[in-house]
């Protein structure tokens, strides 16, 4: 089994940034990727973005590019997501995800390659 735990959500207001940090433990830990996905009020829970464990390649939604960041320390089992220009329609609950078992490319559906989730962490940015 694989524990993951986000923390660093918060209120901001909209131009603010905030660094998402998500750290998993358990069993021995060498996921393929990690992924960020995000679930607004109301909305369908979507990808953000997703990192090799290994080579680093990262992947990003349209809405994510240019603004967000993922990255990963891999001596202490963790990864991140630094939100810069942060708009109000970044609100959302943002989940952090570990994928065990298949190697991700563009290509991927991102969604359903993973398999641990944490319990997400709020983001509120307001106007």
């Known amino acids: 089994q694989v524990q993951l735990v986000e923390s660093g959500g918060g209120s901001v207001q909209a131009g603010d940034s905030l660094r998402l940090s998500c750290a998993a433990s358990?069993?021995?830990?060498?996921?393929?990727?990690m992924g960020w996905f995000r679930q607004a009020p109301g909305k369908e829970r979507e990808f953000v973005a997703a990192?090799?464990?290994?080579?680093?390649?990262?992947y990003y939604a349209d809405s994510a590019k240019g603004r967000f960041t993922i990255s990963t320390n891999n001596f202490k089992n963790t990864v991140h997501l630094q939100l810069n220009s942060l708009k109000p329609e970044d609100t959302a609950v943002y989940y952090c995800?570990?994928?065990?078992?298949?190697?991700?490319?563009?290509?991927?559906?991102?969604?359903?390659?993973?398999?641990?989730w944490g319990k997400g962490t709020l983001v509120t940015v307001s106007s």
């Open positions: 995800a570990a994928d065990l078992s298949t190697a991700i490319n563009s290509y991927s559906d991102f969604d359903e390659i993973m398999d641990y």
């Open positions: 358990g069993r021995t830990f060498n996921p393929f990727a």
């Open positions: 990192i090799s464990w290994n080579a680093g390649h990262t």
